[in-house]
């Protein structure tokens, strides 16, 4: 093995990663070094210009900035990025270089495998990483500073993702507060469709979570504010209604979901506001989100039957178990990684020359024993001569026919076009047959 | 015991199972299969029972082996009808179960007693004690639902958020699937009830209602069940006041089916 990467070391392609996350950087060093989405094809470019970078792609998400390449030579690839990192943002290495992290070869396919999976997100298993990913991985394709390496690569990361999130329970629990208030009413009333939502006050996260009912087709959407302009101004953002604020009590006897975020220092709603309301609601039920600390609904109507009062922490707490729960899961999301990132080793390897040409005339030599034995076996009467002379034919046919293509894909020229011509040469003669239909081990 | 009825009880059995697993497990293709065993015990068993049937001439409810028998079948039977609606999954495991235990009491039970008297062989009877079967079974299935909502409800006040919260379906399921059986059981109880008055006038004449402890028992049940349905459409009751009362009617209910049985 030694010999053979010494002898290829001109045409090795090694896969390296290097960036910082969420883990790694403080968001002071994450801010200053994130790359918009105008930026990308410039960085691009740049770095393809570097001779030792053949390919290259970028991820750039408020918690992660990610350089995956190919490259001849890993240090200096290495080097590149971080000098080019460290002129591009004009800020000096020092103050980054500390918070990136190298991965090399199965590491580095580990870490995008995990990173698409949403193994090595902040919020494990959140689903967007993904489509930023892919996001950014179009735009490498576009300028086409992807190749065969990396295009498998990607591929196959966003195959694992798939499988990661399908086989395992990673993204099943809600692990934030508006998703955890839509998984409450679903408990509650089954369907949110129809279903009249009541904010109270505003707030980033009672708006979020209004939001996040209304695409769960919860509607409609009442609105109440102490100042009626600003409720104006909600509701129209939700295409709601605007209630006056001492209306409310009026309308707890049409909505189904009330959340709740006001800057009131006592509590908004007390027990004894509800009497007789249960009565006029007909007993459906009625499910309370208070986000608002100090605290707008007292807890004591929680008691009333068919009436559910959530606060944050209560919410809080149930994100927390579902956090556990993910976190549990994504031990399974790491075992299918596992098996992918052999999977891929192997391909990878198989892009050496000397296996493909080796493998190559396997292929062939066992084709020709395998016709010859068929051949031999319905002619009884050829002499023993006979057989050796068509023996030495088959071998010469099989030499001739493979000499151009062995020659060629020796001396085929460097960067991109070998490995494309010996992955094209590996699937042209279906040298990995195992590869892709092989059953994975099931987590 | 013959061969059918082993099958029936196998198979029930199996679904039970199938269901527990669906609950701990939470994997589809272990409900799809406790469904198709469900569905094949219970074709057997109305084949046992139409057998019966022919055999006896008589509808197999005249004594409490036949009648556990019928009972399993209409509980196994008002479930898969209720569930082509609601896909309450989970609640397969309660009713599989009891109908497992309904059929195996019924084959340790002695088997079709000596010739009854013809008195007993009636119309009325067969429709009073038929029709009462089928709304026991609906309400059994009204009561299990009732039993699951006291526990998701509670699981979602308390805001634990353990096992039932996550494999129990919603609130609103849980209360629909109770009212629907609720809506099928009580016209069946209503009718068994008249048809027992018609009956009881038939075998003692001129007496309608002779105020033994078994009749009025029989009356509370259909109060109580008259009540709840009552306020349910009037008041709007939902949730588990209603759930609560459910499981007491039925509660009710058995202690009538056993005093029945008794004397």
């Not at chain 1, 870490?111 to 179009?138: C, N, T, W």
């Not at chain 2, 896909?87 to 000596?114: D, F, Q, Y």
């Not at chain 2, 709007?236 to 009617?249: D, F």
Request: proline fraction near 3%; glycine fraction near 6%.
């Amino acid at each position: 093995m030694e010999a053979i990467e010494r002898r290829n070391m001109i045409a090795k392609r090694y896969i390296v990663a290097i960036g910082l996350n969420h883990k790694t950087a403080p968001v002071e060093v994450r801010e200053r070094l994130a790359f918009s989405g105008e930026d990308t094809p410039k960085v691009l470019k740049a770095m393809c210009r570097d001779a030792c970078v053949d390919e290259i792609a970028l991820f750039s998400t408020c918690n992660r900035v990610e350089f995956l390449l190919a490259t001849r030579d890993a240090s200096k690839a290495v080097e590149a990025v971080k000098d080019f990192m460290a002129e591009f943002k004009s800020t000096p290495r020092q103050t980054f270089e500390q918070a990136l992290y190298v991965y090399h070869g199965d590491e580095a396919v580990r870490h995008i495998f995990r990173v698409a999976a949403s193994l090595d997100s902040m919020v494990v298993g959140e689903p967007q990483i993904l489509g930023q990913i892919k996001d950014s991985y179009l735009q490498a394709c576009d300028y086409q500073t992807c190749g065969v390496v990396l295009n498998r690569l990607m591929h196959r990361s966003f195959s694992v993702a798939k499988r990661v999130r399908t086989e395992t329970g990673i993204g099943d629990h809600a692990v934030s507060i508006s998703y955890a208030a839509v998984e409450l009413g679903r408990k509650i009333f089954g369907e949110l469709e129809g279903k009249a939502v009541l904010l109270l006050g505003a707030g980033e996260m009672a708006e979020l979570a209004v939001e996040h009912l209304a695409n769960n087709r919860a509607q409609p959407i009442f609105v109440a504010n102490r100042t009626f302009e600003r409720g104006l101004e909600l509701a129209e953002k939700f295409r709601g209604t605007a209630i006056r604020f001492d209306e409310v009590r009026e309308y707890l006897k049409r909505v189904d979901i009330v959340i709740s975020s006001t800057g009131a220092p006592k509590y908004v709603l007390v027990r004894d506001d509800f009497k007789g309301l249960m009565r006029a609601r007909k007993n459906r039920p009625l499910f309370f989100i208070d986000i608002a600390v100090p605290r707008d609904i007292d807890p004591e109507i929680n008691r009333i039957d068919n009436v559910y009062v959530y606060d944050i922490d209560d919410l809080k707490s149930a994100i927390q178990e579902n956090i556990d729960e993910r976190q549990h899961e994504a031990l399974r999301g790491e075992r299918l990684v596992d098996a992918a990132v052999i999977q891929f080793r192997r391909w990878f390897q198989g892009l050496d020359v000397v296996p493909t040409i080796v493998g190559l005339r396997d292929k062939m030599e066992e084709i020709r024993k395998k016709e010859l034995k068929k051949t031999f076996g319905s002619l009884s009467s050829v002499s023993e001569e006979d057989r050796a002379a068509i023996d030495r034919l088959t071998a010469s046919l099989v030499n001739k026919i493979l000499h151009h293509p062995t020659v060629f894909l020796k001396n085929s020229g460097y960067k991109d076009e070998k490995s494309l011509y010996i992955d094209l040469t590996r699937r042209l003669f279906n040298l990995d047959e195992s590869d892709e239909h092989e059953p994975e081990p099931k987590g | 015991m013959s061969l059918l009825f082993a099958l029936t009880i196998a198979c029930y059995i199996a679904s039970s199972l199938g269901y527990q697993g669906y609950i701990l497990f939470q994997k589809r293709p272990i409900y799809r299969v406790a469904n198709i065993l469900l569905w094949l015990g219970f074709l057997c068993h109305t084949v046992v029972m139409g057998m019966q049937y022919i055999k006896t001439g008589h509808v197999p409810v005249q004594n409490l082996h036949e009648t556990l028998s019928t009972f399993g079948w209409a509980v196994v039977g008002v479930f898969l009808v209720l569930q082509l609606k609601y896909h309450l999954m989970v609640l397969g495991a309660l009713v599989a179960p009891l109908a497992t235990l309904c059929v195996i009491i019924a084959s340790m039970l002695p088997g079709p007693p000596v010739e009854m008297a013809p008195v007993f062989r009636g119309l009325w009877l067969t429709l009073h004690v038929g029709t009462l079967i089928v709304g026991n079974a609906a309400f059994a299935i009204a009561c299990f639902a009732g039993i699951l909502y006291l526990i998701q409800e509670r699981a979602i006040k308390d805001k634990r958020r353990g096992f039932f919260f996550r494999r129990l379906p919603s609130l609103k399921l849980l209360d629909s699937m109770g009212y629907a059986s609720l809506v099928v059981g009580f016209p069946m109880l209503t009718f068994g009830v008249i048809t027992g008055v018609i009956y009881a006038q038939m075998i003692r004449p001129g007496q309608f209602w002779a105020w033994n402890p078994k009749e009025i028992l029989g009356g509370i049940t259909w109060l109580v069940y008259a009540v709840l349905l009552h306020e349910r459409l009037a008041v709007g009751w939902q949730g588990r006041r209603a759930a609560i009362m459910t499981i007491v009617g039925f509660v009710i209910l058995l202690l009538t089916f056993f005093l029945f049985f008794q004397g």
